[in-house]
């Protein structure tokens, strides 16, 4: 017998979870199936495929923004509407960037941070 992946495990979740009738008792059916396959200590994977999995199916993507101080709420939000779309947004504060923020949007990354332009004029200045 083929062994099941976690991604497999996460899309049937998503499925049966959609239908939005009892899920309390979907879940536990699920769970029966891992229990089943001697699958349960693919747990954690599967519930980590299914937030990814879903989020893909809602169209979200995930922003993550670490500044230097906590944002203004305007600031947040010209930050979100110039990325656009539905949106998960993680935000943290990290003192050592002096100001500015680096703002990660899926696989790009945008270092707006003091400490990163400090850093390359200490360049210029060094190498000309």
């Not at 230097?68 to 935000?91: C, W, Y």
């Not at 504060?93 to 941070?113: C, Q, Y």
């Not at 390359?120 to 000309?128: H, N």
């Amino acid at each position: 017998m083929k062994k099941i992946t976690p991604l497999q495990y996460a899309i049937f979740l998503y499925e049966l979870t959609s239908q939005g009738a009892n899920i309390t008792k979907q879940i536990n059916e699920f769970l029966g199936v891992l229990a089943k396959n001697n699958d349960l200590s693919k747990i954690r994977e599967v519930i980590n495929d299914f937030e990814k999995y879903e989020k893909r199916q809602r169209g979200a993507q995930d922003v993550e923004i670490i500044s230097a101080t906590p944002l203004a709420k305007d600031l947040r939000t010209q930050i979100l509407s110039a990325i656009g779309g539905k949106i998960d947004v993680k935000e943290t504060v990290n003192p050592e960037l002096l100001g500015g923020a680096i703002v990660t949007v899926g696989d790009t990354m945008i270092d707006g941070s003091l400490r990163r332009k400090l850093k390359e004029l200490s360049k210029v200045l060094i190498y000309g």
